[in-house]
């Protein structure tokens, strides 16, 4: 009896997954995002969840790699590079082949940065800081459903790093414009 119990349980579950109402709410994309900002690029792993036909979490893993030069007002050149990660909440516009969308994501990097300062001095300095960054920032762009299954997007955005925890002398942080190229596979 209990054995026809969990086979009508796990029937009726399975069932009740293939509505069309469920899947929409459940379908998932994977995909892959490379970021362009202007001292910098970060390639990404992602993953959208949709909550609702239109509206997704996003969620992303991967690497942060900075050559700031001499932009970030506290040292003369900056090498820097992380890991880290991301959640967001995603909007989509359908529209024409594919979705208009619009993001705002939070990123939480963990950045080590080789620095040197007084470069055109007689006694330079160098180091590594260690410093944990968040970078909030928003999002705007196309998707083109290139089949049922794969679609690809552009977008720019506009972000902020935050450097909350630094181990070690100040390094850069501030505003950036992004460029993001992104390629995602719907399960």
Known sequence: MKLLFVGLL??????????????????IEIGTELQLYPVGFIPTITSNVFIKENWALRFRIGGNFANRQDFSGYNDNELAKGFGGSVGLVKYLPSWKGSFFF?????????????????NTSNPTSGTTYNVVLQPWVNAGYLYDITNKWNAGLSLGIGREINVITRGEKVGEGWMGILTFSVNYRL
């Open 103 to 119: 993001g705002a994501t939070l990123d939480t990097w963990n950045m080590w940065t080789d620095w040197k300062d007084g470069l």
């Open 10 to 27: 796990l029937i009726s579950i399975q069932s009740f997954s293939q509505s069309k109402e469920i899947k929409t709410k459940g379908r």
